[in-house]
């Protein structure tokens, strides 16, 4: 059963076009490169300061593995805050 892991940040000190360009650049292809990868979605709302990471990984161990690198409070990079993260079942994909 594949597994998501679910992260929540503060963007608020990243400008969005860097932003924007830094997800496409450098975290989309890094994140694509780690065990089970199945897919990703990154969303934002930079104009709140808000975003929302989703990868779905082939099982559950992959996914803890990911989160544990996504600690309440550290800082990915430059301009961004690790709010939450979470490792849900996927139940359903279309």
């Known amino acids: 059963m594949p597994y998501a892991m679910v992260v929540e940040v503060d963007n608020s000190g990243e400008g969005p076009d860097e932003g924007r360009r830094r997800l496409r650049e450098e975290l989309a292809p890094f994140v694509k490169m780690l065990p089970g990868f199945q897919s990703l ?7 709140r300061g808000f975003g929302v990471g ?5 099982d559950r161990d992959q ?16 301009g961004v805050v690790v709010k939450r993260t979470e490792v849900l079942a996927v139940e359903v994909s279309a």
């Open 41 to 47: 979605l990154f969303m934002t709302a930079f104009e």
């Open 54 to 58: 989703v990868v779905v990984f082939d």
């Open 63 to 78: 996914a803890d593995a990911a989160a544990a690198g996504m600690v309440v409070g550290s800082s990915p990079r430059d």
